[in-house]
């Protein structure tokens, strides 16, 4: 059987209908995808999909439609306009496709952005996909963690704490924290991306790294330790390097990926470096995940002028994962 990649259908009021359409099209010739999802909302939106009963069937199918394992979706879905009563079919296809992909029926999961306050209404406990689809994978009895990469242009960027306010992140870092994500992105870049030395670097929290505690003492006492722990693991480790120098072409050629001490430390070059095209990846799963770096743009949804290309970029790193993941 050929193994495809999942696509989950996120918001179906958003505009994951025509992004992925709009994707399909750009990669009908490659980077086969098979969509969970309901097949006459998808049509409805302007969609050539073709039903299937399973993923050995899809791949015949996929130069000529989106095969789409059909699941109905509880309510009409009207672009623009969330409607809570469809929020459990969205939770039940992340569930599906991570139970497919775990028993070995496909490569990796896409997922298409979701609406997380139309989740919260139904009682959805976590703050987004990446520690859902970590709890998921426990759930199935995996060791699973949630690390956050965003890729664009040739950038590499991991947050280590994530979203949370910037006044907690002094207390919320942690040198175990740096260094279990550190060797994380570390074996990724070996499994995932084919580089068998992966050069890490790790910036400071503070400005200029503190300059010697003249700014803080965190970059001393918090992340200096994780630096020495992660070389004396083997790893190429440098740093804690000023987040004001660190993204620079030069800076960016000395190394594979760069861990990063807070949200918008890491998302904001990685976002000014490819808007488009960005994407979220998110390691320690067992099983490839990407999605494409933006939200549900509901005001978007129907009008047919949403970008597609951090999709289409998410589906190509997929395939690309997969590929290095023999």
Not at 119 to 133: A, N, R, S
Not at 142 to 154: E, F, K, P, R, S
Request: charged content about 15%; proline content about 7%.
């Amino acid at each position: 059987m050929t193994k495809m990649l999942l696509l989950t259908p996120g918001e179906p009021a958003s505009i994951a209908p025509e992004i992925t359409m709009m994707a399909w099209t750009a990669l009908r010739g490659g980077t086969p995808f098979c969509l969970i999802g309901d097949a006459d909302n998808f049509a409805s939106r302007g969609g050539v999909c073709q039903r299937v009963n399973n993923l050995s069937d899809a791949a015949a199918v996929f130069s000529n439609a989106v095969p789409v394992l059909h699941r109905p979706l509880p309510q009409p879905s009207v672009a623009g306009q969330l409607n809570f009563k469809n929020s459990p079919w969205v939770i039940a296809a992340i569930e599906e496709a991570v139970a497919l992909c775990l028993a070995g029926e496909a490569s990796g999961i896409v997922t298409n952005p979701i609406q997380k306050e139309a989740l919260y209404e139904v009682g959805f406990k976590f703050q987004g996909h990446t520690d859902f689809l970590a709890a998921l994978a426990k759930r199935h009895g995996y060791d699973a963690y949630d690390v956050m990469m965003l890729v664009g242009a040739d950038l590499r960027a991991v947050p280590v704490t994530v979203h949370i306010p910037l006044s907690e992140v002094p207390k919320a870092l942690t040198t175990e924290a740096i260094i279990t994500q550190g060797k994380i992105v570390a074996a990724a870049l070996q499994k995932y991306f084919g580089i068998a030395a992966p050069r890490l670097a790790i910036t400071g929290l503070n400005p200029h790294a503190g300059e010697n505690g003249a700014m803080g003492h965190e970059d001393q006492t918090i992340v200096a330790p994780a630096i020495t722990a992660l070389r004396a693991a083997g790893l190429a480790v440098q740093g804690p390097l000023p987040a004001d120098t660190a993204f620079h072409p030069e800076a960016r050629a000395s190394y594979d990926a760069i861990l990063c001490m807070y949200h918008d430390q890491a998302l904001i070059p990685a976002k000014t470096l490819d808007f488009h095209g960005g994407v979220n990846v998110t390691l320690g799963l067992p099983f490839i995940r990407t999605s494409p770096d933006h939200g549900t743009a509901l005001g978007l949804a129907g009008t047919g002028k949403a970008n597609p290309s951090s999709l289409i970029a998410a589906l190509k790193l997929a395939a690309s994962m997969a590929a290095h993941n023999v």
